[in-house]
């Protein structure tokens, strides 16, 4: 399986960005779940957001809650990050993952997932 990772920019605090996240290869055929995460200058790669496979079930990190929804369409092997009310400190490059192997848990952690996308770059202006 590959990810590809698209659609971040630059734009202004209170702005929106729609990431997405296509997959290819050998897709999914039973539950895995997959995630967005960040990695911002002289920092970790931090936990953004989770789903499942069907969609249904979600997480997200703390500061995010309420301004980005995570979803997936499964028809089309394609994950998405909506990020509304944009702030400068969520300028990072976002990463999708997956997990290839079968599970229904949604982990919040990097070493969780075994499949990475090349990342998109996110700039927030003030």
């Known amino acids: 399986v590959q990810l590809q990772a698209s659609g971040g920019g630059l734009v202004q605090a209170g702005g929106s960005l729609r990431l997405s996240c296509a997959a290819s290869g050998r897709t999914f055929s039973s539950p895995r779940p997959m995630g967005w995460f960040r990695q911002a200058p002289g920092n970790g790669r931090e936990f953004v957001a989770a789903?499942?496979?069907?969609?249904?079930?979600?997480s997200y990190e703390d500061s995010v809650k309420g301004r980005f929804t995570i979803s997936r369409d499964n028809t089309k092997n394609t994950m998405y990050l909506q990020m509304n009310s944009l702030k400068p400190e969520d300028t990072a490059v976002y990463y999708c993952a997956a997990k290839t192997s079968t599970s229904t848990v949604m982990g919040r952690s990097a070493t969780w997932y075994n499949v990475w996308g090349q990342g998109t770059q996110v700039t927030v202006s003030s």
């Open positions: 789903v499942d496979w069907s969609g249904r079930s979600t």
